[in-house]
């Protein structure tokens, strides 16, 4: 079973899907992943060589006359094993009395970032980021031409804390037959922000948050690291393009070359920081625009007044009954703080780079 | 700082408070809280003859002639020896640049549901369950008559992985100067549906539900126990009252003791059934109706279209990067599934009681 339910009640989309069906005794305690396999290194199927452990590759950068599902590869990208959604199924949608149904057609993917079982994303150099990020793109610009697909979400999970069930390191994505809620929440805001006032909201908050400087944890050519002023987490932070572009798939490769160092430097600011921490980034962009012949399109505009970003939470405090419950998320670091402690450790990984 | 932030992109208040002030490190890995003292029963606050280790009590329910702040009681409220929000502080609104500030007035109460260290809320007998139940009526409707708050939420985190800071059982109350955003998402779908068809959603959801039979855990003469149709986790369950009322507040001794069987089943089922998991519960009740002379209403309306209710959520699954980012969740254990593993168990329960 895998199939899209409309909670007519908190009025969002949720995902059954039973291919990691769980009987009551499945479950182990929270924050422990059932899907740990592949701890060692023998056993891991992310690892150069052991190519025929996964679903056959849909996507790889390798060396030219590597063959696909072989060594050779850089970034990788398998279907998930256990996908939440599938693209084989069909969407159809049906109404059940008072309930909305439909059917789970989608994609889950996994991007492996490198062969090698012992390095982070942050740890590879930034020609390797800009390939995993370059991945990223390709994969978006593929799944856009599908029109059963509404949105295509990019994320990573670090850590089993942050949901990972591998530790070799990778990234997912899951297309779906609706714009999740919260991306659909902030293409709305952006969508009324620019009705009222021809202007793109993050384009006026990034001008706002350069001229303030308290929340800005870093800025280049092209780029700001930001401690957002209403952090739903402690050290939360966004990745903004100063240059406004509402999607992502649409980056040059100069802009994801641009773009590898400062994630490159986000993540190991981090890392430092923090002691390592589990942590979810996730990259917000448009929605597709393609529309099948005669149907209307899925998001009524130009779609150019959306602004895309990553936002990245690392994984320090619980998710107790107040923030599910309410909705509200209660923050013990203040943005601006958080920002201090992260421009002086980015200035001291700067400064330490140029030494050596 | 204790202060209230909109966040204008994804369009919700976050809290800002550093009661519980952190700096990088005194951050552990998640889903460990950093306030775990009081494990050992010599440390507890919450014991009986510890009534000095908390903040003077707001609420007890004590035996004939004994005093406040001293042995004799049943169920105490104290305030929350580190509020997220505070009763002294003023609701200040303001602007700053784009964004929306408001001060951190509100409320943050502990309700310590019985003076035994050892015992659960699932393991006291049903009717001091029901003066549980009673305290928290008592201070939603202490907390209406004060005209800077918005809404009076009610939660219980069970276990640290659910966010308990200490092991002794209790209930928390967080008042705040708005409506929660989730809470705020199931008022208006309730309201809409009221304004369009002159009826409660939920009363037609539960009709239907009765008639399906499939979604329900157990039926009592006013409650249902009920596997939500779009459950956002596996085995969340919801008791829902079978005649309308919007307002837990308004709640008659009577439907109080009603209630306290059936959510003691539900608390033994989910403990039985899945191993003692970590849980959540949150009490989703109608605004406080009253205002400031001479200003507008809260919520614009009589209020009633609301339906009271508990929702509850075994912590089984670790909340992962697409959770948060898209805002979608992914349910591995269909609804269905889940009412028939928790109806025989509740079968079982309420057989063995009998024998007994």
């Known amino acids: 079973m895998r199939e899209l339910r409309f909670d007519p009640i908190r009025n969002r989309w949720v995902i059954i899907s039973t291919e990691r069906a769980r009987r009551p005794s499945d479950y182990t305690i929270a924050g422990v992943g059932a899907h740990t396999d592949g701890k ?165 908050l990034i001008k706002q948050e350069i001229d303030f400087g308290a929340r800005i944890i870093h800025e280049t050519r092209d780029y700001i690291i930001w401690s957002p002023f209403a952090s739903s987490f402690p050290f939360e932070t966004w990745i903004l393009p100063k240059h406004h572009l509402h999607d992502y798939s649409m980056l040059s490769d100069n802009d994801l070359r641009e773009l590898a160092p400062v994630l490159k430097l986000l993540l190991n600011s981090i890392k430092r920081l923090l002691n390592d921490p589990p942590y979810n980034f996730v990259l917000h962009t448009s929605p597709p625009r393609f529309k099948r012949p005669g149907q209307p399109q899925h998001w009524d505009s130009i779609e150019s007044d959306f602004h895309w970003h990553i936002e990245l939470i690392p994984r320090l405090t619980t998710i107790a009954g107040f923030e599910w ?32």
């Open 325 to 356: 419950g309410a909705g509200f998320f209660i923050n013990p670091t203040p943005p601006e703080a958080a920002a201090d402690y992260m421009r002086e450790d980015i200035t001291k990984l700067i400064e330490v780079r140029r030494v050596i």
């Open 40 to 204: 060692s290194l023998a056993a891991c199927p992310f690892c150069e060589g052991s190519e025929e452990k996964t679903p056959p590759e849909i996507f790889a950068i390798r060396s030219q006359g590597t063959k696909p599902n072989s060594p050779g590869w850089r970034v990788r990208v398998v279907p998930n094993k256990f996908p939440a959604l599938q693209i084989e199924d069909d969407a159809i949608r049906y109404g059940t009395g008072i309930f909305d149904v439909v059917s789970g057609a989608g994609a889950h993917e996994v991007i492996i970032e490198t062969p090698d079982h012992n390095e982070e994303l942050g740890d590879l150099d930034t020609d390797w980021i800009k390939d995993v990020l370059f991945a990223y793109r390709q994969r978006i610009r593929d799944l856009f031409g599908d029109y059963r697909l509404r949105y295509v979400l990019i994320f990573k999970n670090h850590k089993a804390e942050a949901g990972a069930s591998l530790t070799h390191t990778h990234s997912q994505l899951i297309a779906t037959p609706m714009v999740p809620p919260v991306v659909k929440q902030e293409l709305t805001a952006c969508r009324e922000n620019y009705r009222a006032k021809e202007r793109c909201l993050i384009c006026d």
